[in-house]
């Protein structure tokens, strides 16, 4: 049975405590419309799928007995609990809870071996999940992203079939869980946001198939020793301080530096990340890291597409980064450059995007103009920028908002869309209006007599 009256959106569909109770042979139910239903005395034994969006109850009804469930799917429900109690769910393969806020307890996955999937993505009022998760064998993904009141999970996890765990958000998560066993599978591990973690496990590093690795906005200080061996690594997402607000959080590393008096431990480790030659996106924000940290041999990240140093103190663009012939997107944004300097750039022949926002350099190298595929180009807050000199006519899209210093701008009608496709973000430059006479060129772009 579907049921569906989206055609008529503003009805919603009333259900009554009776309506499936002489449905006994019923293996498929969707509603896929708005509902309302107090209490549901009967649902059948034989179903195998359970697609209720937005579903109204808090729990389904206590004779149900879902012993044939192949796929229970109850997004942005209003679901308590599933069930009280435990429940046969021998053939289950997937959960799907998302968005359900008022989620307080999960099932006992106990009797649930074959479970594959479990997203409980915002459930925003779950503290805990029952410990029996942690030795599903079966389970390929597990998403708790942004259970913002999630304080544990079990001690340890066996799940050997993980393929994808998230647990972005997580924001009061204590403690992330010791590895029993390998975890073989394991493709994509997501703790961003996490502000509470401080350390990941040892045995982490027996996880040596990874491909995504992000720890940004943990309280972890020094990416964990084993990341050199995780060859197959395609993305490492990093950063040096911890918090939910970039304006007001200490900078760990450096903390560190002056208490401890030893280098900066992120730098020690960039010469080891040369050997992950599957890396393609590197994040390394807020690490205190200055131009002297970059090694020579980055160049040895052969496949690296994306590069964030955001947030660190760097004089110019590090001459090693230039070397990057496979990079499309480079960020740099509040570095404290005060200059560009004149350096070789032309090496970043795949370049496409380039962000050098909030900066203090008052003008920019004529060396951009070396980079024939750049389409984007971010100068935002660059608050002492003057002068923005004749830009490729590739890039189509610049962003200049709040460079309340600039003055003058080379060709300005194709700097101002109005002999190129070009899109210019130019919010409170006010200086800029007054000597371009905007008002001038806007008329003759809308062609207004």
Not at 137 to 157: A, D, E, F, V, Y
Request: hydrophobic share 40%; glycine share 4%; proline share 5%.
């Amino acid at each position: 049975m579907i049921i569906d009256n989206q055609r008529e959106s503003s009805k919603i569909l009333n259900l009554s405590a009776d309506t499936f109770s002489k449905m006994k042979n019923l293996r498929l139910l969707k509603v896929l419309c708005l509902s309302n239903c107090d209490d549901l005395k009967y649902l059948s034994d034989e179903l195998r799928l359970l697609d209720w969006k937005r579903c109204p109850l808090r729990y389904l009804p206590s004779s149900f007995q879902p012993d044939n469930l192949v796929a229970l799917l109850l997004p942005y429900s209003h679901i308590e609990q599933p069930w009280k109690g435990n429940r046969p769910l021998y053939k289950l393969k997937m959960i799907d809870l998302k968005g359900s806020q008022n989620l307080i307890k999960t099932p006992d996955f106990t009797t649930a071996p074959k479970l594959e999937a479990l997203i409980m993505e915002g459930c925003t009022r779950l503290v805990d999940v029952h410990p029996s998760i942690g030795v599903l064998k079966m389970l390929k993904l597990l998403n708790l992203r942004n259970c913002k009141s999630l304080r544990s999970l079990p001690t340890k996890i066996g799940m050997e079939s993980l393929e994808t765990l998230i647990l972005s958000g997580c924001s009061n998560l204590l403690r992330f869980p010791e590895i029993d066993g390998k975890m073989e599978q394991l493709k994509t591990l997501d703790l961003s946001s996490c502000y509470k973690i401080e350390y990941l496990p040892v045995n982490l590093q027996q996880v040596e198939f990874l491909e995504e690795l992000d720890l940004s906005e943990t309280s972890i200080t020094e990416p964990p020793s084993f990341i050199f061996q995780l060859k197959n690594l395609k993305g490492l997402y990093f950063n040096g301080c911890k918090g939910p607000s970039s304006m007001s959080r200490l900078n760990l590393p450096s903390l560190f530096k002056i208490i401890q008096g030893r280098a900066n431990p992120m730098a020690r480790m960039l010469p080891s990340l040369s050997g992950l030659s599957s890396l393609r996106m590197l994040t390394l924000r807020d690490c205190n890291l200055c131009e002297g940290d970059i090694p020579s041999d980055i160049s040895g990240l052969s496949s690296l597409m994306w590069l964030d140093l955001s947030g660190n103190n760097f004089i110019s663009i590090p001459a090693s980064v230039t070397r990057l012939s496979k990079l499309e997107v480079l960020y740099f944004s509040n570095c404290n450059m005060c200059s560009l300097g004149e350096v070789d750039i032309h090496g970043l022949s795949s370049l496409s995007q380039l962000f050098l926002d909030g900066n203090n350099f008052i003008t920019i190298p004529s060396a951009l103009t070396q980079l024939s595929r750049l389409t984007i180009l971010g100068l935002s807050n660059c608050r002492e920028l003057k002068i923005l000199p004749e830009l490729l006519t590739s890039i189509a899209l610049v962003f200049i908002d709040g460079c309340e210093s600039l003055e003058v701008v080379a060709s300005p009608s194709k700097v101002l869309n109005l002999e190129t496709q070009a899109s210019v973000d130019a919010i409170n430059c006010f200086k800029l209006a007054e000597n371009i006479n905007a008002s001038t060129l806007l008329r003759k772009h809308l062609k207004v007599d």
